[in-house]
């Protein structure tokens, strides 16, 4: 399995709305990360994970919340999120922390707050 | 890390080599120079990666000028399916903060 796996595909929620997006691989990697994507956008960085432990957060609001339980899953728990934080959300793993050429990403989560 | 500069769009012919620039005059000795590249609707996908010397593989060749500041990627044969935003990244192999950062990107369309 090289895939780095994401649910739901699409996801509408409510501004007062707590929802989880879903991140899994099974490829023993032990960095995962969050970037999100705006239109015509590139990625941003947003949270990794290193070895199940949080390791960067890049200044991200608290209504975003990560969550490691194990070494294959990756979750983002949302909460009261505002309608600029529509956009791609992407999960990516590799096998150490920062290996650089070595990133695997899903194909994401496209998230509308209305 | 370093920062890149890379021309914002270009089209190609399908059949055609394609050669896509980027500029990274403050690389530092220790930085290599990675693509990827991002089809519609999905996630970033690896292409290759380079510290100095020309790589290729079965996806693109990489020609890294001698001085290092700046580098082509070369997609040989385009199809239609490279049709994509084209990363140029600067980093460590491997960065210990786990900091894989992306630039504004080249929007590569290919035409038949």
């Known amino acids: 399995d090289t895939e780095v796996t994401q649910t739901p595909k699409h996801l509408v929620m409510g501004m007062t709305n707590k929802k989880s997006l879903k991140c899994e691989q099974h490829m023993g990697h032990r960095a995962m990360y969050w970037y999100k994507q705006k239109a015509k956008k590139p990625p941003e960085l947003m949270f990794v994970?290193?070895?199940?432990?949080?390791?960067i957060n890049e200044s991200v609001p608290s209504r975003f919340s990560p969550e490691c339980p194990n070494s294959s899953l990756l979750n983002l728990h949302l909460h009261a999120l505002q309608p600029e934080d529509s956009a791609l959300y992407l999960c990516a793993s590799s096998q150490v922390p920062g290996n650089s050429y070595g990133y695997t990403f899903g194909s994401g989560t496209r998230l509308t707050v209305v | 890390d370093a920062k890149t500069t890379q021309p914002p769009s270009m089209d190609c012919a399908e059949g055609r080599a394609a050669n896509l620039p980027c500029n990274h005059s403050t690389i530092s000795g220790n930085e290599y120079v990675y693509w990827y590249r991002q089809i519609h609707s999905q996630g970033p996908q690896y292409i290759i990666h380079g510290l100095k010397n020309n790589e290729t593989n079965e996806m693109a060749s990489l020609i890294i000028t001698e001085d290092r500041k700046s580098s082509t990627l070369i997609l040989p044969h385009a199809t239609l399916r490279d049709t994509a935003v084209y990363y140029c990244?600067?980093?460590?192999?491997?960065?210990?903060?786990?900091?894989?950062?992306f630039g504004a990107g080249t929007q590569v369309v290919v035409t038949p």
């Open positions: 994970y290193s070895y199940e432990k949080l390791s």
């Open positions: 990244i600067v980093s460590q192999l491997l960065d210990s903060w786990g900091k894989l950062q």
